[in-house]
């Protein structure tokens, strides 16, 4: 049985500082007696540790699951030992949520792959034994797999088992011929997985799936569609309560509508005119809860109905949804488009029909992506170059943040006092309250040199380049083809 004190021998920034025998208290105190950046060290280290327990634990829980399937009957492994299913005795061992012995259970299943596997390739383990020490190679033939590519990824340690399960789930099974795209798709989001959150890669998985694959996403967008619903009914106590659940387009536009009325409350952008300012204020100090404030405004939105004042209610920014769609030069309109906060994907017959009601603003975006340039005489980002700039960024560029447009603020690279900085799209970037104060107020900075990369530089002096979220890189182009499979001999 592993000790607590084996384990920290094992955590470089803590080994040499635990004594023999020493108990979770003892190490509690090490721990606490350490400087900042041996506190973060020690983090980082035990996360590394965990991702390799993460592999022994999904490992076991697929083979439990592949020992307990319905076909063994009471047979099966977990059948055998009182339990219904693998799921409910992984939960049992684990003392964890229904959901996350679901997950290990998936994960354990995706390691084993005992029916996916493709003729002619080998097994996963002989595919790690010959990738790279970087850990994905696109040198490696076999690796056109996209399930290979996970693997590789989990059993490498590029990827947690819930970033595994999230990226999996979210791109789904490849149509027949599409296993090269895949693939490629499932590198770049195990390249992304370092700075996004499990939540976000999720996300960019059903983004990347949908614009790949147009056909199937509009299949998928109708599926949902049918299974709209909205029921309401009295409890035991006589309250009556509600279950909705939504299509793409209504959900999407739900979202839009509470983010617009909440955002104050939910770190939304600090920058606005005095009236705005006022009517924040108002609203962070109501006390209601925010539960509370959404079924008022819902009700609210009801009753006022098309006649409402969306200034009233909703401040400067309208609450709608808003959507982003590619046009190339010769016309040519893409199959699919992305509601701006959030990134997700949504048919194109649904933007033509939103065309219809609301109505364009053309985005004309030049070789560097610098639409509507203002120069100085404007200090604040125009509307119009915060649709440009939703269009460029998708969000909070702030590594690992995933706050969506609409919590974001327009900031500008060049200090607009100070610098000389001017109100130009490309010299502004958008950024979230939390780490827009934080750009201010720790002596942190963004850069870009001409028509590069937006790259930011912490209190330390490190720099860390602010790639565009991956959905958008997908729907714009802007990505690399999948690597060839075979080289010219000559």
């Known amino acids: 049985m592993a000790t607590l004190e084996t384990i920290a021998t094992l955590i470089p920034t803590l080994a040499g500082r635990i004594g023999s025998g020493a108990s979770a208290s003892a190490v509690q105190t090490v721990i606490e007696g350490l400087a900042d950046a041996e506190a973060v060290a020690v983090r980082r280290e035990a996360g590394e540790i965990g991702r390799l327990v993460e592999q022994i634990e999904a490992i076991s829980a697929g083979v439990i699951a592949d ?80 399930r290979q590519v996970l693997r590789v990824a989990l059993r490498s340690g590029m990827l ?52 790949l694959d147009p056909e199937g996403a509009e299949a998928r967008f109708l599926a949902r569609y049918e299974n709209r619903s909205f029921r309401t009914w009295l409890d035991g106590e006589g309250m009556r309560r509600a279950s909705i659940a939504f299509d793409d387009e209504g959900g999407a536009f739900v979202a839009s509508l509470f983010a617009a009325a909440l955002r104050p409350r939910r770190g939304g952008p600090r920058f606005v005119d005095p009236d705005e300012k006022s009517a924040a204020g108002e609203l962070v100090a109501d006390p209601r809860t925010n539960d509370q404030l959404s079924y008022d405004l819902l009700l609210d939105v009801i009753g006022a109905g098309a006649l409402a004042d969306p200034a009233a209610v909703f401040g400067t920014r309208q609450a ?91 900031h500008h690279i060049d200090e607009w006092h100070r610098d000389q900085g001017r109100t130009d799209i490309d010299r502004g970037i958008l950024l979230c309250r939390f780490h827009h104060m934080q750009l201010h107020h720790s002596g942190w900075s963004i850069t870009r040199e001409e028509c590069g990369g937006l790259v930011l530089h912490d209190s330390s002096g490190n720099e860390t380049v602010l790639p565009p979220r991956l959905p958008l890189r997908y729907l714009w182009g802007n990505i690399d083809p999948p690597p060839r499979r075979f080289r010219p001999a000559a």
Request: glycine share 10%; hydrophobic share 35%.
């Open 160 to 211: 947690t088992s819930a970033q595994f399960d999230a990226i999996r789930r979210g791109l789904g099974e490849p149509p027949s011929g599409a296993d090269e795209a895949w693939a490629h798709a499932a590198k770049q989001l195990v390249d992304e997985a370092s700075v996004r959150t499990v939540e976000e890669l999720a996300a960019s998985a059903r983004t990347v799936r949908d614009l």
């Open 320 to 410: 709608g949804l808003r959507l982003v769609q590619a046009i190339d030069a010769d016309g040519t309109v893409g199959k699919v488009t992305v509601a701006e906060d959030g990134l997700r994907s949504l048919p194109a017959p649904v933007a033509e029909r939103r065309r219809c009601e609301a109505g364009t603003v053309t985005i004309t975006v030049d070789a560097c992506g610098n639409p509507l340039d203002v120069g100085r005489e404007q200090r604040l980002f125009t509307s119009r170059q915060r649709i440009a700039l939703a269009i460029r960024d998708g969000g909070c560029r702030w590594t690992g943040c995933d706050r969506p447009t609409s919590y974001c603020e327009a």
């Open 67 to 146: 020992r307990s399937t319905r076909d063994a009957g009471h047979a099966g492994l977990a059948q055998r030992l009182g339990h219904r299913s693998a799921t409910s005795l992984i939960q049992e061992i684990g003392g964890l949520t229904k959901g996350e012995a679901a997950r290990q259970v998936r994960v354990g299943e995706a390691l084993l792959d005992r029916t996916a596997a493709r003729p002619g390739a080998r097994e996963a383990g002989d595919v790690l034994d010959s990738a790279s020490a970087d850990g994905l190679s696109s040198e490696q033939p076999e690796m056109h797999d996209p």
